[in-house]
């Protein structure tokens, strides 16, 4: 069975600071996808990058980008120049491109500081 | 125009009195889940309807009895409630059979149930 680990619990930074999220992940598949989702204190699963394994670019979206690392199976989210309405509980989440369900980490509370 | 919409936000009920909550997506997706998250926030999978019919039932109690009566529309039924299900439940839709790896989940903005 797939895993998802998110090694840390808490992470709190000042506002406009760089921070990096960590994932790692355990599957013996080679056609996956991964995901992070943000979880504000509204409650609403919001998602706010994916990859897909099969390529090798990593993916960005404005101010969040991911280091993908296929061998260390790692999935990594860095969020630039970060903003008060970044604070949230961030999910790690991986798919198997032939499997019907999401399997997430356990979480990571950022919070940021003014 | 909300795209995956649950109903009631907030439930609070008594120990053994059964409920439903209910979710319906408006996105045109063939898959839907219930998933479960818990007082540390862990998320995990309940169940899965592709068009109706079941495709995933993970280790939850039978007193959890998922109904979906169309595509659209996938409910949640919970006899006999018990303190330790209290917890926030989501709805999400994916598109595609098999959902939608590409694209991931839609998320409803959940249903937090207290037991007392």
Not at chain 1, 39 to 48: A, D, T
Request: glycine letters at 6%.
């Amino acid at each position: 069975a797939q895993t998802v680990t998110q090694s840390q619990p808490e992470m709190s930074v000042q506002e406009a600071e760089t921070v990096t999220l960590s994932c790692t992940y355990d599957t013996s598949e080679s056609n996956y996808y991964l995901f992070w989702y943000k979880q504000p204190p509204s409650r609403q699963m919001i998602l706010v990058i994916r990859q897909e394994a099969y390529k090798q670019q990593n993916a960005t979206e404005n101010r969040f980008s991911v280091n993908f690392q296929k061998a260390a199976k790692s999935f990594s989210l860095k969020i630039s120049d970060s903003q008060l309405g970044d604070t949230a509980m961030y999910f790690c989440a991986f798919m198997n491109g032939g499997a019907q369900k999401l399997v997430f980490g356990q979480g990571t509370r950022l919070t940021i500081n003014p | 125009d909300t795209a995956v919409s649950q109903t009631p936000k907030y439930l609070v009920t008594q120990m053994g009195n059964d409920k439903s909550i209910k979710c319906e997506q408006n996105l045109g997706h063939d898959t839907m889940y219930w998933y479960k998250q818990d007082s540390k926030k862990f998320l995990k999978i309940m169940f899965s309807y592709n068009n109706k019919e079941l495709i995933i039932n993970e280790t939850v109690p039978n007193r959890f009895s998922p109904k979906s009566p169309d595509k659209a529309h996938l409910n949640l039924h919970i006899n006999s409630l018990e303190l330790g299900d209290s917890a926030v439940y989501f709805c999400a839709s994916s598109q595609g059979l098999q959902g939608s790896p590409r694209y991931g989940y839609t998320f409803g903005s959940g249903t937090r149930l207290t037991v007392v």
